[in-house]
């Protein structure tokens, strides 16, 4: 029973499109996020994270609506494993020529091949991701990092601030974090340090979807139904792509699928689905069982620990 | 018991609601929150394997953070989400172990209600705990409604005369407090009942926990107050100037007319912009981008307010020390209402809350984590007069250490000394 965006009968959403009103809740979420991104004005280096997800597509809407009539003064910065989709770089790349703002892509291959990231087979290239936001954050001196990260998606988030102060390491000191007083930011840090900011903190999964229907926000095509091959694995469905080819050719499915998150080729997978356009997601996603990040991340299902140690190390 | 604070809203808009939970472990509290993500459904099924099927071990839901684990502590708040057909609600949880003062500080002020939670098996004569006393006692000092979940009903055969002491306990208790609107509730969070779904008792008609989350009031009776809408930037294209900030209090129109800073300087808003979008209101709670008809010098930390509005050098607040370095004599603090940011000096600690037995410590020269005293403060720069209880956005500040950045202080606006 997740029915909290209700369609007109009252009845459970159905399938089909489903006109969402603009809730009282979106609204205090927009304004939440419009009141934090604002907060950054002071800052002198801000940067925001825009990898072409959903998330960021949301989050740099809301950063437009937040300082329009001029444009926000950030710079996007993606950080790039080498193993992205083509069609979420090609979104990101349009979404930053229509905007106007700076991108700037850093790869986990230069820090690979300068020596400061070793991949081994434990360690996925979206967990290396850390080292080279840690070195684009020191390169540009970047004094705010603004990220789409929701505090529903996993448990070690469910603690984090909207501001999250890190060290001259980066580092996120759990036991340390300063108290959040009624939206009293505490914008303050030392030299060196930076601050990491979540404006989609207090959003869920269906708040998003139920934004990006409401303000018609794009995404790149993978997020709605399309078919493609997978393989299906420990509950998983595997993406047969030219980084990922399938041990087994017989294995091999054609399905119709989508993503509910779009990061690391190698470490993301789509589920079963015949959702082509936000509404349908939005239905699919309210009564979805499976939570976002352990229907399609096969990095923290590895242990439930894993994304508070990836934290501590920097990672978004 | 003030029948409106429960009045059912007739719109068919979903509502936002914040609460927080308060209660030890041993009276359930993370047992019941793990209910209520369960019965609502919004625990999904990885989640939900991931503590087994038992029953009792909903409270591991929310074991917190490795580090945590490790320790063997609860650190700190954590945020968790779920909704039924009438409301979505965030839930702040605040652990009642060590430092529970300034988690219950930080989660209340990110709260609109306070669910407080009491082991019905353990309450012997109508004598609430001390931890009781002690969360009802913050609800009260942070302006918190009150609803009291008497918890394990199961374990004393919902005795209705047992769940009657109690509440008559906590009726006294939140008569000493000044609380009202304070709702009790009988349920087992262990089986469900009263939680999400009605069970357990048929003598109890009253609403379940879960509906009287959702008819609580939260802040929408800050849209009658004054205006105040504290600048946080200037933004301009090629013809016009927009300043943008959170309405915290009131509401505002193209015409109004108001005041701006301690000066009082008056102006009549142009026009009001809410996303982009010009709008012909807006309330308390929406962010905005407004225009004067006029030119103005406006700046962050500025707001914008209805006439007669007053400002302070000196106000008398309840100030709850976070930090773990104690206050220090004499030494200048950052003060941040609204987006203002000035110096600050506590002058006189006028007495110390003991918020277990409501005692007043006069005398006190020092002020340590999780202390919770009556302050006399001066600022360099004029800040809002304006008391907690009647804006709430505008009478608390924070207080900042400007040598280690830390947050040390969450404070409430008492009264103004002009």
């Known amino acids: 029973m997740r029915l909290a965006y209700k369609t007109d009968d009252d009845g459970p959403v159905s399938g089909e499109a489903a006109p969402v009103r603009a809730s009282a809740r979106l609204e205090r979420l927009e304004s939440e996020s419009v009141y934090i991104l604002r907060e950054l004005a002071g800052f002198e280096r801000p940067a925001l994270l825009f990898s072409?997800?959903?998330?960021?597509a949301v989050l740099l809407h809301l950063a437009i609506k937040a300082f329009s009539p001029q444009k926000p003064?950030?710079?996007?910065?993606?950080?790039?494993t080498g193993h992205n989709f083509p069609e979420v770089l090609a979104f990101r790349d349009l979404r930053a020529r229509q905007t106007g703002l700076q991108l700037i892509v850093r790869e986990v291959e230069d820090s690979i091949r300068c020596g400061t990231v070793r991949l081994s087979p434990e360690k996925s290239r979206n967990a290396a991701?850390?080292?080279?936001?840690?070195?684009?954050?020191?390169?540009?001196e970047f004094d705010a990092l603004i990220g789409g990260a929701r505090r529903d998606e996993e448990r070690a988030r469910a603690k984090e601030r909207v501001f999250s102060h890190r060290d001259a390491f980066g580092a996120w000191r759990p036991r340390a974090q300063r108290p959040e007083l009624w939206g009293l930011f505490n914008r303050h840090i030392g030299v060196g340090e930076h601050m990491r900011v979540f404006p989609l903190s207090n959003w869920t999964e269906a708040d998003v979807w139920a934004y990006i229907i409401q303000e018609r926000i794009e995404l790149p095509s993978l997020y709605y139904a399309h078919e493609r091959d997978v393989v299906r694995r420990d509950g998983f469905l595997f993406p047969v792509t030219s980084l990922t080819p399938a041990a087994d050719e017989a294995a091999v499915e054609r399905i119709s699928v989508r993503f509910r998150t779009v990061g690391d080729i190698t470490g993301t997978c789509p589920v079963e689905s015949e959702a082509g356009n936000a509404e349908q997601v939005l239905a699919e996603t309210l009564t979805a069982t499976i939570s976002e990040r352990g229907a399609t991340r096969m990095d923290d299902r590895a242990n439930s620990a894993a994304m508070e140690r990836r934290k501590v190390e920097g990672y978004f | 018991m003030d029948g409106n604070v429960f009045a059912l809203r007739a719109d068919a808009e979903t509502r936002q609601i914040r609460f927080m939970t308060a209660g030890s472990v041993d009276d359930g509290k993370s047992t019941l929150i793990g209910r209520l993500l369960l019965d609502s459904g919004v625990l999904m099924r990885d989640q939900a394997d991931s503590i087994g099927d038992d029953e009792e071990h909903l409270a591991a839901l929310t074991d917190g953070l490795e580090a945590e684990r490790a320790q063997g502590i609860t650190i700190d708040v954590a945020y968790r989400y779920f909704e039924t057909p009438r409301a979505s609600f965030i839930i702040a949880d605040a652990p009642g172990h060590e430092q529970y003062t300034r988690n219950m500080v930080t989660a209340a002020s990110a709260s609109d209600v306070a669910v407080i939670v009491i082991d019905a098996s353990r309450v012997v004569g109508g004598v609430l705990k001390r931890q009781t006393r002690r969360h009802a006692a913050i609800a009260a000092l942070m302006g918190l409604d009150v609803i009291v979940a008497v918890n394990k009903m199961d374990l004393i055969g919902w005795s209705q005369e047992r769940f009657n002491d109690i509440e008559t306990a906590f009726a006294d208790l939140a008569g000493a407090l000044k609380l009202s609107g304070v709702v009790c509730v009988p349920v087992s969070a262990r089986r469900?009942?009263?939680?999400?779904r009605r069970g357990g008792a048929d003598w109890w008609r009253g609403p379940i926990l879960v509906e009287l989350i959702e008819q609580s009031q939260g802040p929408a009776s800050r849209h009658e107050a004054p205006l105040r809408l504290p600048i946080q930037a200037?933004?301009?294209?090629?013809?016009?100037?927009?300043y943008v900030g959170r309405i915290e209090a009131g509401s505002v129109r193209p015409g109004d007319h108001v005041v701006l800073g301690p000066q009082a300087y008056p102006a009549t808003i142009a026009s009001v912009r809410v996303g982009g979008r010009p709008v012909l209101r807006a309330e308390a709670g929406t962010s905005v981008a407004i225009e004067f008809d006029d030119e103005r010098d406006v700046t962050r930390g500025d707001v914008v307010a209805a006439p007669g509005v007053r400002y302070a050098r000196s106000v008398v607040a309840d100030l709850c020390w976070l930090d773990e370095a104690p206050w220090t004599k004499g030494r200048r603090y950052l003060l941040r209402q609204g987006t203002l940011e000035t110096q600050a000096l506590i002058e006189e600690i006028a007495f110390v809350h003991d918020v277990e037995d409501f005692s007043r410590r006069e005398g006190a020269s020092s002020l340590s984590l999780n202390a919770i005293a009556s302050v006399r403060l001066a600022t360099r720069d004029p800040i809002l007069a304006d008391t907690f209880s009647q804006s709430p956005g505008t009478g608390a500040f924070a207080l900042f250490d400007p040598q280690t950045n830390q947050t040390c202080a969450a404070g409430m606006i008492r009264e103004a000394i002009t």
């Open chain 2, 192 to 196: 469900g009942d009263n939680v999400v």
């Open chain 2, 234 to 242: 200037a933004l301009r294209d090629v013809t016009s100037r927009f």
């Open chain 1, 52 to 56: 072409g997800g959903k998330d960021s």
């Open chain 1, 129 to 140: 991701q850390a080292v080279t936001l840690l070195e684009a954050q020191q390169e540009f």
């Open chain 1, 73 to 80: 003064p950030f710079k996007l910065l993606h950080i790039d």
